[in-house]
């Protein structure tokens, strides 16, 4: 199984920035990509911004040009850089990693709030 667990959440002003990580653990082996998805309250899950295994990105439009995601091997770690943060990013962050064998795992999420 593999572990993932979720860091950098907390309160930030519209306008201000915020850094995620999310560590993975266990059988870390074949994981194919990793993604950030977010909830926010009475909103369905959505897919935020994804990196594969060969380092390509791709990004929600509503966050394209503001947010980034990155990677460190050696950490087994996937981090999310959220710039110029506006209200309607307030949401639960969950971090994801998917299997070559499409099997999938999540972390317990952390919390954004943006608010002034």
């Known amino acids: 199984q593999v572990q993932l667990v979720e860091s950098g959440g907390g309160l930030v002003q519209p306008g201000g920035s915020l850094s995620l990580s999310c560590a993975a653990s266990?059988?870390?082996?074949?994981?194919?990509?990793m993604a950030w998805f977010r909830q926010a309250s009475g909103k369905e899950r959505e897919l935020v911004a994804s990196?594969?295994?060969?380092?390509?990105?791709n990004y929600a439009d509503s966050v394209k040009g503001r947010f980034t995601i990155s990677r460190d091997n050696a950490k087994n770690t996937v981090y999310l850089q959220m710039n110029s943060l506006k209200p309607e990013d307030t949401a639960v962050y969950l971090c994801?990693?998917?299997?070559?064998?499409?099997?999938?795992?999540w972390g317990q999420g952390t919390q954004v709030t943006v608010s002034s």
């Open positions: 994801n990693a998917r299997k070559f064998d499409a099997r999938q795992y």
């Open positions: 266990g059988s870390i082996a074949g994981i194919a990509a």
């Open positions: 990196i594969t295994r060969g380092g390509s990105t």
